[in-house]
C-alpha cells in the first residue's frame, strides 16, 4: 500500500514515458523479462540476506525424466511449485527453488536404443561402455529441451543449483548412501518375486506397472488323484476321481507345487493332505489349506504357482513348499517343463498346452472371464511375475544404529508423520500413507539395463561380496577377508527412484557439512501429485531421516490429476493429450494432428484421434500465454482432488489479462494534465467511492493469507480475480470515470491517487500467479509514481492488511449505491429496455437529501438521461424497484396487457421445449446410447429452460399484481 508514500506524482513526465501498447501481446514481454530476472539474479538463493526474520523457504522441485518434454502434470505442479516460491520471496524469505533432473534408466535407454536402432546401430554391438557414451551424448544434446520449457512457464528456479542425478556430485551422494546402508545391513541381495519385464529383460518397480482389463478364457482342469480311493461326489452325487481347479493360464501347470483349499470349505475338508498328478506331467503335490482361498471363485480350489504369482509366492513360503521356475527371462518355457513344450513363448505354449489337456481328456470346459493383467508401460508387453537374484532394501528390518535404534525404515517414517513432524493437506492421505506403510514389503532397487548408477558391489570367483565406494575400496576389504583374484563389478544399476528418494538431501551436497545443507535443508514444502506418494513421498522420508537424521520436508501439498474436459486420464493413444506449450504459443490444427499421430502404429487409432481432434479443435489452438495458462492451473488448485481441464478456462483468463491490461492503460493515460504534486492524502481528501475500493482491497490481502496458509490456490485466484473483475474494473474505474469528469482539482488528484494506489498494490497482489503481465505493467505504473526506474516487482514487498485503511461507512454507502444501479438495470431488464438507451428514473425517498451523493453515480452508472429524488413517484404503470424504503420507478409508460401477451407466447413456447426435454430424457434407449456428454448437455439445457420459465412467470405477475 502507497498511501503513506513519501514519493510524488511526477506529473511533468511525458505522455509517452508512461506509454503502454494498445493490445496485450504475451509473446511481446515473456522472452525478454524472463532474461532479465535471470541475468539479474533475482531467483538465487542468498546466504548473507537479512532474513533472520523470516527465514529460508525452500522447495525442491520434483525432477522431470530428462527424457521427457512438458506435460500438463508437470505445468500444474510447477505452477503450484511457483506460486509458492514468489509469494514468500516477496515476504522477504530467502526463498530457494532447487530444480533438477532425473536420468530416467530405463525411459532413457529405450529412447536411445531405438534412435540407434533406426541407424542400423545395436546395443549389443557397441557394448556397455560405448553405448552409456552414446547416452551421454544425446543427453547433453536433449537436456535443455524440458529445463527451456519450464522457463517457459516462468518458474523463479536457482538454476545455479541444477542438478542432474547422473552428475558426478550425485552419483557419489548415490553410492556413499548404498554403502552406508549396506554396512548397516538396511541392504542386501536375494531372490525374490519381482514385476519381470521379458522384452526390456529387466525388473520394474510398481509405479511403471499399468493394470489393463482384458477379456479371456478360464479354463476348468482335472487333476487326478494319486491314491485311487480318493474322490469327491459332485452336486448330482456322481463320484469324482480328481479336483477341478479354475486357470487363466494353463501352461504353468508345470510350476504347479499344491493344489489349495479354504481350510472351512466343506467339499474339499477330507481331501487336504492327499497328493494328485499335475496333468501332462505327472509331477505329484499336496492338497493343503489355506484362508487366502476364496470358496465362492472358480471351483473353491486355487493351483499354487508360487514361482510366477505374487499371492502364490506368499502362500509357498507360509507352507515351505518348493518354488519351480519355468520361465526364461524372455518370458519361453525351460527345461523344467517337458519336453516338448521346452524354448516356446509363453502363448505359444498356452495354445498347445489346451491342446493337449483336451486330447487327454484334462480339460473339462472353458468358459470367458474379465480379469486384469500387468502391461510394463515402457514397453507394452505383459509382465511375468518372476523369482529373480536382486537387491533389496530392508524397510521392515530394525537397524541397530544411531538414533533410530531398534527401529525400522518404516516405523520411523510412520512416527514423523504421526508426530506431526511432517504433515500432509488435505490431511486425509495421512490415513492412506500410514495404511501404505504398514503393509509395505522390501523394494527391489536393482535392474538389469545399463543406464544408470551402478550399483558399486564387487564379487570375488566364489561369489563372496563387497560393497565399497570403488574398486579399490573393494580390493582392500577383499584382501582382508583373504581373497585373491580379480573382482567383477555387479551389472546391474539402481531403480531411478532410489537416486529419487535421496534427492531432498543429495542436491543440497552431501554428505558434505555444506552451507547449503546446513541453510536450506529440511525443505518446507513438498509439492506431489497423489500417485507418487508410495513410490516416491514415503522413500524420501524413510531414506532422509534414517541418513540425516532430519526430515526431508516439513509439509506435503497433495495435488490432483490433470485430465481431459470429460475426466479421463491424458494418454497419448486416447488422443486427448494437451502440450502446455501449445496453449501458450498456440497451434494450427494440421500441426496439432500431426503431432497427436506421430508414431502411433495403428491406423485406425490415427484416424480417430484425428476425428477426435478437428471436432475439439477445428482451429487448432490460439495462443494464451503463460499468464492465462498458470491462472488456469491455480484456479484448479484444490487440494486433493483431480481435475478436469478446460481449455476455455485458459481463454477466459486471457480475457482477463486483456482487462487487467486495459484497465492499466486507463489509469496510466488518464493522469491529470495539471502539474499537481502531492505526498498524503488524509481521509476526508478521498471519496466515499475511493475509500471504499481501498477497503474492499485490505479485505482482499485477507482472504489472500488464509488462501496460501490453507493451501488453497484455488481461492486465492478465485479472490483476486472477483476482485479485479467486479469491483475494481466493473464498479470503481467506472466510478473514477465519473470523478475525472466532473470533479475539481482536488478529486481528480485523489481519485488518480486511488486508482494507481490501489493498481499497484493488485499486480504485486496477483504477481505470484501471473508473472509476466505483472512485471511488464507494474515497470510502468511504479515509474507513473516517482518516475524512476526500479528493480523487479519479484523482489517487491507482498502486500499485506492494513486496518488504519478500513472505512465501514465507505463501504456500506457503496453497498446502497451498487443496489441502485442493480435496481434500475433490473428494472431495464424487466421491461426489455435496451441497455444503450438513455431515459429517466425516479426515486421515492423519504430523505431527498442523503441521495444526492450517489445522483451523479446512478445517472452514470444506469445509463440515465435523468434522475428525479422525489418524496412521491408519479402515476404511472411502469414497474417499482423497493430498496429498503425506498422506491425506483423508471419514467417510461408501458402497456401491461400487450407485455402480458408477450410474456404469455414465450412461457408457452419454453414450456414446449422443456417438455420435448423432459421427454428425450425420460426415454431408456437414449440415456442407455447416448454419450454421457451429450445427456449432460440436455440436463443442462433443461436446467436453463427451467430458470428462464420461473423468470417468465414471475414477471408476468408483477404485471397481473400492477393490472388489478
Known amino acids: 500500500m502507497i498511501l503513506n508514500t513519501k514519493n510524488e506524482l511526477n506529473h511533468n513526465t511525458s505522455i509517452n514515458d508512461a506509454d503502454i501498447a494498445k493490445n496485450f501481446d504475451p509473446n511481446e514481454i515473456e522472452t525478454k523479462i524472463y532474461s532479465q530476472w535471470e541475468k539479474n539474479g533475482y531467483f538465487r538463493a542468498d546466504f548473507n540476506k537479512a532474513c533472520e526474520n523470516h527465514g529460508a523457504y525452500v522447495i525442491q522441485s520434483p525432477p522431470p525424466n530428462v527424457t521427457g518434454t512438458l506435460h500438463m502434470g508437470h505445468a500444474f505442479n510447477n505452477t503450484i511449485i511457483d506460486i509458492l516460491i514468489r509469494y514468500n520471496r516477496m515476504h522477504g524469505k530467502d526463498a530457494l527453488l532447487i530444480p533438477g533432473t532425473d536420468h530416467a534408466g530405463i525411459a532413457t535407454q529405450i529412447v536411445v536404443e531405438r534412435n540407434l536402432e533406426a541407424n542400423n546401430i545395436f546395443k549389443n554391438d557397441l557394448g556397455r561402455e560405448q553405448f552409456i557414451q552414446e547416452i551421454w551424448k544425446w543427453k547433453n544434446r536433449s537436456k535443455s529441451n524440458i529445463t527451456n520449457q519450464i522457463k517457459r512457464l516462468g518458474i523463479s528456479a536457482d538454476w545455479s543449483q541444477e542438478y542432474f542425478t547422473m552428475d558426478d556430485n550425485f552419483s557419489k551422494g548415490v553410492i556413499e548412501t548404498f554403502v552406508r546402508l549396506y554396512n548397516q545391513g538396511l541392504i542386501y541381495k536375494g531372490t525374490k518375486m519381482v514385476n519381470w519385464d521379458p522384452k526390456l529383460l529387466t525388473a520394474v518397480s510398481d509405479l511403471e506397472v499399468q493394470y489393463k482389463e482384458v477379456n479371456c478364457s478360464m479354463y476348468y482342469i482335472q487333476y487326478l488323484f494319486i491314491d485311487q480311493n480318493d474322490e469327491i461326489i459332485d452336486q448330482n452325487g456322481n463320484k469324482i476321481k480328481g479336483i477341478l481347479i479354475a486357470t487363466t493360464r494353463p501352461e504353468t501347470i508345470f510350476a504347479d507345487t499344491a493344489i489349495c483349499v479354504h481350510p472351512d470349505d466343506s467339499r474339499y475338508k477330507h481331501l487336504i493332505g492327499k497328493y494328485v498328478a499335475i496333468p501332462l506331467s505327472n509331477k505329484k503335490i499336496k492338497i493343503i489349506s489355506d484362508n487366502f482361498v476364496d470358496k465362492e471363485f472358480g471351483t473353491g480350489c486355487v493351483k499354487i504357482t508360487g514361482a510366477h504369482d505374487f499371492n502364490d509366492y506368499e502362500c509357498s513360503k507360509r507352507h515351505n513348499l518348493p518354488l519351480t521356475c519355468i520361465f526364461t527371462k524372455q518370458a519361453h518355457l525351460n527345461d523344467q517343463v517337458p519336453e516338448k513344450f521346452r524354448g516356446l513363448d509363453r502363448y505359444i505354449a498356452r495354445k498347445k498346452v489346451i491342446k493337449e489337456l483336451e486330447d487327454n481328456n484334462f480339460l473339462f470346459k472353458v468358459s470367458t472371464y474379465k480379469t486384469t493383467v500387468p502391461i510394463g508401460d515402457r514397453s507394452g508387453v505383459t509382465l511375468e511375475p518372476m523369482l529373480t537374484n536382486q537387491w533389496f532394501v530392508a524397510v521392515n528390518k530394525k537397524t541397530n544404529f544411531g538414533s533410530f535404534y531398534q527401529k525400522s525404515l518404516a516405523e520411523i517414517a510412520l512416527n514423523v508423520v504421526s508426530n506431526n513432524s511432517i504433515k500432509f493437506y488435505p490431511e486425509s492421505w495421512t490415513k492412506i500413507y500410514n495404511k501404505w506403510l504398514n503393509n509395505i514389503q522390501d523394494w527391489c532397487i536393482s535392474r538389469q539395463i545399463w543406464w544408470g548408477h551402478q550399483i558399486p558391489a564387487w564379487y570375488s570367483e566364489d561369489g563372496k561380496i563387497f560393497v565399497a565406494r570403488n574398486e579399490k ?250 476482485f479485479i473483475w467486479e469491483e475494481y474494473c466493473d464498479w470503481y474505474l467506472e466510478c473514477a470515470k465519473i470523478q475525472l469528469k466532473i470533479g475539481d482539482k482536488n478529486t481528480i488528484l485523489a481519485t488518480y491517487f486511488t486508482l494507481i494506489t490501489v493498481l499497484e498494490e493488485i499486480l504485486r497482489l496477483l504477481h505470484p500467479i501471473m508473472p509476466y503481465i505483472t512485471e511488464e505493467l507494474w515497470q510502468k505504473v511504479i515509474h507513473n509514481i516517482n518516475g524512476t526506474k526500479n528493480t523487479s516487482i519479484c523482489i517487491q514487498e507482498y502486500p499485506v492488511f492494513q486496518e488504519k485503511n478500513l472505512d465501514q461507512l465507505s463501504i456500506n454507502k457503496m453497498l446502497m449505491l451498487k443496489k441502485y444501479v442493480e435496481s434500475i438495470r433490473i428494472l431495464r431488464s424487466k421491461m426489455n429496455i435496451s441497455p444503450a438507451q438513455k431515459i429517466s428514473a425516479f426515486i421515492e425517498t423519504e430523505d431527498t437529501n442523503n441521495l444526492e451523493i450517489y445522483k451523479n453515480y446512478i445517472i452514470s452508472l444506469s445509463k440515465l438521461s435523468s434522475l428525479d429524488i422525489v418524496n412521491d413517484l408519479p402515476n404511472n404503470d411502469s414497474i ?57 448437455k440436455e440436463k443442462m439445457l433443461l436446467e436453463k429452460n427451467l430458470l428462464l420459465l420461473n423468470k417468465l412467470k414471475y414477471q408476468y405477475s408483477v404485471y397481473k399484481n400492477q393490472e388489478n
Open 473 to 722: 575400496e573393494a580390493e582392500i576389504l577383499a584382501k582382508e577377508a583373504g581373497v585373491v583374484g580379480k573382482l567383477r563389478r555387479d551389472q546391474d544399476v539402481l531403480d531411478t527412484w532410489f537416486s529419487s528418494a535421496i534427492v531432498p538431501f543429495i542436491s543440497l551436497k552431501w554428505p558434505n557439512n555444506s552451507e547449503y545443507l546446513n541453510k536450506y535443508f529440511p525443505s518446507t514444502i513438498l509439492v506431489t501429485g497423489f500417485d507418487i506418494i508410495f513410490f516416491w513421498v514415503t522413500r524420501m522420508i524413510m531414506l532422509t531421516t534414517y541418513l540425516t537424521g532430519n526430515i526431508p520436508f516439513h509439509n506435503v501439498y497433495i495435488h490432483g490429476l490433470i485430465r481431459d474436459h470429460e475426466g479421463q486420464k491424458m494418454s497419448k493413444s486416447k488422443g486427448n493429450t494437451i502440450d502446455p506449450i501449445d496453449l501458450i504459443d498456440g497451434i494450427s490444427l494440421d500441426k496439432l494432428i500431426i503431432k497427436r499421430t506421430t508414431g502411433l502404429m495403428n491406423p485406425k487409432l490415427a484416424e480417430q484421434i484425428k476425428k477426435h481432434t478437428i471436432k475439439n479443435f477445428p482451429n487448432g489452438i490460439q495462443s494464451f500465454g503463460t499468464d492465462a495458462l498458470r491462472f488456469t492451473m491455480a484456479s484448479y488448485a484444490s487440494l486433493g482432488r483431480d481435475i478436469n481441464f478446460d481449455i476455455k478456462r485458459c481463454e477466459g483468463y486471457r480475457n482477463f489479462c486483456n482487462k487487467i491490461w486495459n484497465a492499466t492503460r486507463f489509469v496510466l493515460i488518464n493522469r491529470p494534465k495539471e502539474s499537481l504534486n502531492f505526498k498524503y492524502f488524509e481521509k476526508n481528501k478521498l471519496s466515499f467511492i475511493d475509500n471504499w475500493i481501498l477497503s474492499e482491497l485490505q479485505y482482499l490481502k485477507l482472504e489472500i493469507k488464509k488462501g496460501f496458509e490453507d493451501n488453497r490456490l484455488d481461492n486465492v485466484a478465485n479472490s483476486i480475480y472477483k
Open 880 to 936: 417499482v424497484h423497493v430498496i429498503e424504503k425506498n422506491r425506483i420507478m423508471l419514467d417510461i409508460k408501458i402497456n401491461i396487457f400487450d407485455e402480458m401477451l408477450k410474456i404469455e407466447k414465450e412461457i408457452f413456447d419454453i414450456q414446449n421445449i422443456i417438455s420435448k426435454i423432459h421427454e428425450k430424457l425420460n426415454n431408456i434407449n437414449f440415456i442407455k446410447k447416448a454419450p454421457k456428454n451429450i445427456i449432460d
